[in-house]
C-alpha cells in the first residue's frame, strides 16, 4: 500500500437538538481504532466542523485533537469565519497543500465568513498543479461539490478546464451533501462524497471514509458507518 488516509465531514459542531459532542467523540474513537489496526498518513475533516458560530471552534478543535493521528481541515459553509481567524484556530490557511511521497494533497475553501457558496480558488488550485505536476498523484479536498454533481453542489466549469490539464488528479473529496455516500465521475475524475458524521440530517449513519492507494496506482475505498465497513469499491 502506497497510502492511506480518512475523510470525514459535516461534524456540525454546536448545531442545535442534535447530540454533537458524542457524535466527534465516536468518530475520534473510530478513526483511533482503525488506525490501530492499520496506520493511516493522516485525516482530513472535510468542512462544516461547527454549526454557525465561531464561539464552538475551541471546544470542536479540543475534541478533534483527540485524534491520534495529524489531522488537516477544510473551510465548509457554515464554519463562519474569516481567514484570518481560521489560521488562527487552525494554524493552516484556507487553502493549503502538503506532500506524502509522490503524492500531492490539496485543501481548499469554498465558502467564506458568511456562509456563501463558492467556488475554490481556481488560480491557486491551478498554480499548486503546476507546481506539482511531476508527482504521481493529487488529492484534492474540498467542502462543496464543484461541479454540480449534487443537489447543493455548485457550478464551477474553470476548474474543470483546469483539472484537464493533468492527469495526476487521482480525486476530489467533498462533503456538505450529507446523504450522498458515493463516487460521481466527471472528465474521468472520480468526486468522492463521504456522508456526514454529525448533523441532524443525511444518511441513516454517521460515518466516514478510508481511501487506501495501492501499489499498482489503483484506489480502493469504502466508509465506516463507523463500526462497519460498507460501499467498498476499487477505483
Known sequence: MLLRFVVASDGHYGEKNTAYDQYFATLVEQINKQRLQTPFAFCVINGDIVHDDKVHYPAAKTALD?????????????????????????????????????????????????????????????????????????????????????????????????????????????????????????????????????GSWGTSYRGFRIVELLADHSMATYIMDPLAKINEVVV
Open 66 to 198: 483527540n485524534l491520534q493521528l495529524q489531522y488537516y481541515v477544510t473551510q465548509g459553509n457554515h464554519d463562519h469565519v474569516t481567514p484570518e481567524e481560521w489560521e488562527l484556530t487552525w494554524k493552516m490557511p484556507v487553502n493549503h497543500s502538503f506532500q506524502i511521497g509522490k503524492n500531492t494533497m490539496l485543501l481548499c475553501t469554498t465558502s467564506d465568513d458568511k456562509g456563501t457558496y463558492l467556488c475554490p480558488d481556481v488560480k491557486w488550485i491551478e498554480s499548486q498543479l503546476e507546481e506539482h505536476r511531476q508527482q504521481d498523484h493529487v488529492f484534492i479536498f474540498m467542502h462543496i461539490n464543484p461541479v454540480k454533481l449534487s443537489k447543493y453542489g455548485v457550478d464551477c466549469p474553470e476548474l474543470l478546464d483546469v483539472f484537464s490539464k493533468y492527469k495526476n488528479v487521482k480525486a476530489v473529496f467533498n462533503g456538505h451533501d450529507h446523504d450522498e455516500e458515493g463516487i460521481k465521475t466527471r472528465n474521468n475524475i472520480p468526486f468522492i462524497f463521504d456522508a456526514h458524521f454529525g
